[in-house]
């Protein structure tokens, strides 16, 4: 055997132990008929894509400085009265681990709230028209702030990639959306699976799916398309998100903002109103 072919040789089985190593300690499904080189070329371009996304979002640089982000978003819909209304939403997202957020669904009978979670502190709090003030305190939802959708959801579909946050490419299919092949990367995120849908002309993301385990199955249980991409200090925002068989939400954006520290201290009173979150000056 020549010294080429005895390399070659090496590096097959090498390749092949490594990946059956890479497959077995992260317990992907492997297809039937599919080799481990295989495996390994749909990561190495799952790789290839997910970085071509990072770069048409505005390059990891500026994804990894973003510390905060508010945004004020509204939405209509139709009552079970039949009722023409308006969501109006302003949400704070201090990552990794605290978030408050203000939703006006008055006249509906879902009225008007305030929520806020302190993974640091491990205290939270609801405050409505109703409510007492002082009896708003109570423990957080959730173990530990990735748990929690309102702080993990939105720095993958938002940014992709955080400080906190770094999915890790598995795979890369295809699916037919509005008649178009587009290419979709599989991730994984602290053991959960998420997708990103990435349009085939701007590499952005299109469409949002989280997975989870219902009767022992792995299923989609949040299905977000994304649109409507707007450059904010240097990073591709989506305008519009619209849930699966839900409503269109239009959203604005503030990127790293000044902000209110008191209201993830004590509750915030409605008299506030939804500009709370501002720093004081």
């Known amino acids: 055997m020549s010294n080429k072919s005895f390399f070659i040789f090496v590096l097959t089985v090498v390749l092949l132990s490594v ?5 077995a300690q992260k317990d992907y499904p492997r297809k039937e008929g599919i080799s481990s080189i295989d495996l390994l070329q749909q990561g190495q371009q799952a790789r290839e894509l997910w970085e071509k996304a990072i770069r048409a979002k505005g390059g990891r640089e500026k994804l990894l400085q973003i510390k905060s982000v508010v945004e004020t978003s509204t939405a209509e819909y139709t009552t079970h009265k039949g009722r ?18 203000w939703e006006d669904m008055r006249p509906d009978v879902f009225g008007l709230r305030v ?7 491990r205290m939270a709090y609801v405050v409505t028209p109703d409510s007492r003030q002082e009896d708003a305190l109570r423990p957080v939802s959730f173990s530990r702030w990735d748990k929690d959708a309102s702080l993990l959801y939105p720095q993958i579909f ?17 699916v037919l959306i ?21 349009d085939n002309e701007t590499n952005l993301p299109i469409r949002f799916i989280a997975y989870g385990t219902i009767n022992g199955k792995e299923v989609p249980t949040v299905v977000t ?45 409605i008299d506030a109103g939804p500009e709370a979150w501002r720093a004081k000056r």
């Open 19 to 23: 990946g059956s190593s890479f497959f």
């Open 84 to 101: 023409q209304n308006t969501i109006k939403k302003t949400e704070l997202s201090v990552f990794p681990d605290k978030y408050w957020s």
């Open 115 to 121: 929520d806020m979670s302190n993974y640091e502190t």
């Open 158 to 174: 938002y940014f992709m990639e955080t400080k906190w946050v770094k999915p890790e490419p598995i795979s890369i299919y295809s």
């Open 178 to 198: 509005n008649g178009q092949n587009v290419q979709v990367i599989r991730t994984d995120v602290f053991g959960q699976r998420f997708d990103l849908v990435i």
């Open 225 to 269: 398309d994304l649109s409507d991409y707007l450059e904010i200090n240097g990073i591709k925002m989506p305008q519009k998100a619209t849930p699966e068989k839900g409503i269109t939400y239009t959203s604005k954006f503030e990127l790293n903002p000044e902000y209110n520290k008191d209201i993830f201290e004590k509750p915030t009173g």
